[in-house]
């Protein structure tokens, strides 16, 4: 038996934290968007569970997590992703709804789109390696995160798809961030702040405008990101940082290449789903 499954990948501009001893009920608020790369995984029935990133075995937790979730039977789950993990892709958010919807479909789970992606924010939670991701992929677009945790209480900036570039430069860990108290008290100001402007204004322009305040104000943004943050608006471009990762994403290419490998994708309108 066999699932497969895709997930696109999932850029946080800004967000605030929300903590809970419940898993399902922890989260965060802020707004992001999907694109078309992401991550495809494929779950198959084995003597053991196995998991698998980009052809490598690994012991993922999250994905782990979301097999021991879902089911006692032993599976080998193979995850291929667009883009680099650990870069604020949402990589493991893609990997574990991936998991989630090729799970229920290769094993006949009979579970529901809902339950699904609830598994899969609880196993993110749980693993401290994301809060809001699984919720942007469970709508696709430029996604605003109106409730932290499950039910998720979501809107959507109506705009159509667009080209985004991306200059990937290192990985940030999540979890360390999350866990910093001063840190998160810098976010969760930061971040209320932006989702009540972007709620007078939701534009993709505001949305562009308001991550970068963000990035800067908070201290996530490292030098080099901010260099290319400073380069594409000298092109007339926007530009702003990736969250939580060592990535800059812009509405053009110029300004960027100087600074390293420029990648290219588009706004996806469309959430995670089996194939």
Do not use: W
């Amino acid at each position: 038996m066999i699932g497969k499954a895709f997930a696109p990948a999932h850029i946080t501009g800004f967000f605030y934290v929300y903590d809970h001893d419940d898993p399902l009920k922890m989260g965060s608020c802020g707004c992001g968007f999907t694109l078309e790369d992401g991550v495809m995984t494929e779950v198959r029935t084995s003597a053991r569970t196995e998991i698998y990133l980009n052809g490598e075995l690994t012991d993922v937790c999250t994905n782990r997590t979301v097999v021991e979730l879902l089911t006692d039977r032993p599976v080998r789950v193979d995850s291929t992703f667009a883009f680099p993990i650990g870069g604020g892709f949402g990589a493991s958010g893609a990997g574990a709804f991936g998991t989630a919807l090729a799970l229920n479909k290769a094993l006949g789970l009979k579970k529901t789109y809902n339950e699904l992606a609830q598994d899969a924010h609880m196993a993110e939670v749980i693993n401290r390696t994301g809060l809001g991701d699984v919720a942007g992929m469970s709508q696709g677009g430029i996604v605003i995160r109106l409730k932290p945790g499950t039910p998720f209480v979501l809107d959507r900036i109506p705009a159509n798809s667009r080209d985004i570039y991306s200059v990937y430069f290192g990985p940030i860990s999540t979890r360390g961030i999350l866990s910093d108290t001063k840190a998160k008290a810098l976010i969760n100001e930061a971040g209320r702040k932006c989702l009540k402007s972007l709620l007078k204004e939701p534009t993709f322009e505001r949305f562009m405008a308001l991550s970068r305040e963000f990035s800067i104000s908070t201290g996530l943004a490292s030098d080099r990101a901010i260099r290319a943050i400073e380069s594409v608006e000298s092109q007339g471009g926007m530009a702003s940082m990736a969250m939580l990762g060592d990535t800059v994403f812009s509405t053009i290419p110029d300004g960027l290449s100087e600074f390293g490998k420029v990648m290219k994708s588009r706004v996806s309108l469309t959430p995670a789903h089996p194939l």
